[in-house]
T-cell receptor, first 116, second 111 residues
Framework: NAGVMQNPRHLVRRRGQEARLRCSPMKGHSHVYWYRQLPEEGLKFMVY????????ESGMPKERFSAEFPKEGPSILRIQQVVRGDSAAYFCASSPQTGYSNQPQHFGDGTRLSIL | QKEVEQNSGPLSVPEGAIASLNCTYS??????FFWYRQYSGKSPELIMSIYSNGDKEDGRFTAQLNKASQYVSLLIRDSQPSDSATYLC???????????FGSGTRLLVRP
């Protein structure tokens, strides 16, 4: 399967715990994007990363959220001290190396985060 | 603030009919336009991309773009029950890699 791989598919955390969401881009893609989808809403951009670089994190909350895309391994979206409002579906997308605006982004199956 | 607007629906059509889904966007500088299909609990799946004014056809799907009116639409011919899903319109700008999504239109194709 050469698609965007996300894990876990479902993640349950209690308030105050940490959540780590992983994303491996499609083969040949080096640009990764994270989006959040609240129930009955569209996807909202969070962050755009290339290998070892955060290009744009303007959609990510300033506190508790961080993202990385190391030289080796998947991209990680990390949420510290989770609160109920963090409950959502988190989608990762990737695009080819060129990263031009007209390159379609291909999405993974998402991680459904539930906060108890 | 850049916005993408869609009617939330549901849009209900009988099997075999043409389904017409519409989207408007606020940023005149937008250059790239995409339609994604999302089944409940699943990932958005790219259906069509369109970059210039006019129509683009791919199988049963036709995307239409009118930049002067800031309007993009998706036509689904010979609608099938399996087309029942939420259709998301997404737009990005000339130098922007961010996709701005509408909230989606739910399509229901009645057998």
């Amino acid at each position: 399967n050469a698609g965007v791989m996300q894990n876990p598919r479902h993640l349950v955390r209690r308030r105050g715990q940490e959540a780590r969401l992983r994303c491996s881009p499609m083969k040949g893609h080096s640009h990764v994007y994270w989006y959040r989808q609240l129930p009955e809403e569209g996807l909202k951009f969070m962050v755009y990363l290339q290998k070892e670089n955060i290009i744009d994190e303007s959609g990510m909350p300033k506190e508790r959220f961080s993202a990385e895309f190391p030289k080796e391994g998947p991209s990680i979206l990390r949420i510290q001290q989770v609160v109920r409002g963090d409950s959502a579906a988190y989608f990762c997308a990737s695009s080819p190396q060129t990263g031009y605006s007209n390159q379609p982004q291909h999405f993974g199956d998402g991680t459904r985060l539930s906060i108890l | 603030q850049k916005e993408v607007e869609q009617n939330s629906g549901p849009l209900s059509v009988p099997e075999g009919a043409i389904a017409s889904l519409n989207c408007t966007y606020s940023d005149r500088g937008s250059q790239s336009f995409f339609w994604y299909r999302q089944y409940s609990g699943k990932s958005p799946e790219l259906i069509m991309s369109i970059y210039s004014n006019g129509d683009k056809e791919d199988g049963r799907f036709t995307a239409q773009l009118n930049k002067a009116s800031q309007y993009v639409s998706l036509l689904i011919r010979d609608s099938q029950p399996s087309d029942s899903a939420t259709y998301l319109c997404a737009v990005n700008g000339d130098s922007s890699y961010k996709l701005i999504f509408g909230s989606g239109t739910r399509l229901l194709v009645r057998p």
